[in-house]
Each structure stands twice: as C-alpha cells, then as structure tokens.
C-alpha cells in the first residue's frame, strides 16, 4: 500500500520521471505529467508523452520493471519500483489531469523562479499532448530525499 | 572533436537539476536527480557519488546510464546515452566539483548534507538533442 505522504506527493508539484530498462539493460528514461493513485492503493497510472513513450513501453512489454521518481523542490523525493500493467492513450478526463498538473509545476516553480523563467521551464517539463497512460502495480516505495536516509525503503 | 558539441556546455553548469536513469545488475531500473553534470571533455562527464547512492551502486554492476539536461537559457533538452569507466577521489576533476557541490548545497540549503565521495567518469556513447519535444508553457 502507497503510503499516504507518497501519494500526496505524486500529486505535485512534483517532477516526475519514470526509469526501465531494455533486454541489454541499458536505461530508459522520460519525464512523466502528471500520475494518480488509485483506490486500491497498490496501482498508478502516469502519463507520458507520446514522443518518448514507445522506448517505455517497448521495455515494459519485454519485461515489465519499472521505476518512477517524484522530486519536489525541497528536495523530498520517492521512488515507487514495480511491474507494468498496461498502457493505452490518454482520455480526455486524464488531460485534465494533466493540465492540472503542469499548473501546479509553474505554480511550484514561481516559489523560486519568476514566472518568465517559470513558464518555459514547466513548458520543458510538462510537454503532454498526445500522451500515453501507463499504469503499473507497486511493489517497493523508498525515501530518496538526499541525505543519510537516501534509499531508505518504506513500510507500505 | 568529441561527441560533445559546445552548446551543450551551459546545461552542464548546475542551473536547472538534471535527470540519471541507471539499471542495476539484475535488472531493476532506478532514476534520480543530480543537482549538475560535469563537463570532462569532449567524450567524457563526471557524475558526483555521494553518500548512499543508487545510482553509483548500479553503474559498478551494470556501466550503462542515461542522463537528461536542459539549457539554462534556451531551454532545450538534451539526452545522453553514458557508460561507467573510472572513479576519482583527488586530482582536479575531483576538487572542482567537490567546490561546486559545497556552493551548491549552500544555495539550496544542503550544506553539510551534499558531500562528494568520488567523482564518476563516464564515457558519452550518443548525444541526442530534443529541439522537436521543445514548447513554451
């Protein structure tokens, strides 16, 4: 189960990147707008790109490990590690939360950044449209805000 | 010339955090994010290995990592494929980071919590620049 900090932190505004790897075990990688925890609490949904989102998925079809890392800028970060469920377009009501999410990136960065600094550095981050939803089981979650307890893992 | 081109050099400067994705030697992807990325030289970066560190863990299993930066400026993005090749522990690569990490970690209040235990050389396998994932907020 996600522990009740980790999913509040999901909900942002966190940067979100998602890791895997291919059969050689070289990594792949993409920044991730926007994730949900479900009701069950063991599954997420996050949503990718479309431009960078084959890579992922290619790997996650050959093997199923993934990794995803949410990072605040205090510098309080998690990572959830699991195994892939499923992957299809993202709904119209998944845009939204898309949107939602990337406000509350340039919302978030004007804490430490003006806005014209802001904007195009959530614009990086948060590019969105076409994306992928892809959704994953939770098996680890660990502390990974920096310091002595860095990968630390959870009681979940 | 290496793989490197010049205009890369700025997202290597520490301005904007950047992105490592490593795997470790049974297969299990990790991600996470370096406050800078060190220019070496043409073909080569340094990546700082501090304290607990996933990251400097899997690259002794597995040498492959993938890293993401951004122009401070521009805002462009770049993606390097990197494969681990040596440690460091003194010289001058080593004291130039250990000198940017401390005014790193003074700037966003990690003083004393940010400290380098050796500096990571990677060899660059592929440099790819994003120009078409590039769009204003």
């Known amino acids: 189960m996600i522990p009740d900090r980790v999913a509040e932190h999901l909900q942002g505004p966190s940067f979100i990147q998602v890791a895997t790897r291919n059969a050689d075990l070289r990594p792949g990688h993409a920044h991730v707008v926007g994730a949900v925890v479900h009701d069950d609490r063991e599954t997420v949904t996050f949503f990718v790109h ?12 050959q093997n199923g490990r993934v990794a995803l890392e949410a990072a605040q800028a205090s510098h309080e970060a998690y990572q ?21 999410y990337k406000k509350r990136i340039v919302e978030g960065l004007m804490q430490f950044f003006p806005e014209e600094l802001a904007k195009p550095i ?35 | 010339m290496g793989l490197l081109p010049d205009e890369i050099k700025p997202a290597m400067q520490g301005v904007i955090p950047s992105h490592v994705v490593t795997c470790s030697g049974d297969g299990i992807p990790n991600a996470s994010v370096i406050s800078q990325v060190y220019y070496v030289d043409g073909d080569h970066v340094a990546l700082s290995h501090q304290f607990f560190n996933k990251t400097a863990k899997n690259v002794r299993e ?69 120009a078409a994932e590039r769009k204003s907020a």
Do not use: C
Request: without cysteine.
């Open chain 1, 50 to 61: 479309e431009t960078r989102a084959k890579r992922i998925v290619d790997d996650l079809e």
């Open chain 2, 62 to 130: 597995n040498r492959y990592a993938a890293i993401w930066i951004t122009h401070p400026e521009t805002f462009e993005t770049w993606d390097l494929e990197l494969a681990y090749d040596h440690s460091e522990t003194e010289g001058p690569i080593f004291d130039e980071m250990d000198m940017q990490i401390e005014a790193i970690a003074s700037m966003t209040g990690m003083k004393g919590i940010f400290k380098l235990r050796a500096a990571d050389i990677f060899k660059v396998l592929s440099v790819t620049r994003n």
């Open chain 1, 122 to 156: 959530a614009g990086v981050e948060s590019e969105y449209r076409p994306s992928i939803a892809i959704t994953f089981r939770v098996e680890e979650v660990f502390l990974q805000t920096p310091g002595p307890g860095a990968g630390t893992k959870m009681e979940t």
């Open chain 1, 80 to 100: 959830l590690k699991g195994r892939y469920v499923s992957s299809r377009p993202s709904s119209e009501e998944e845009y939204a939360v898309q949107e939602s």
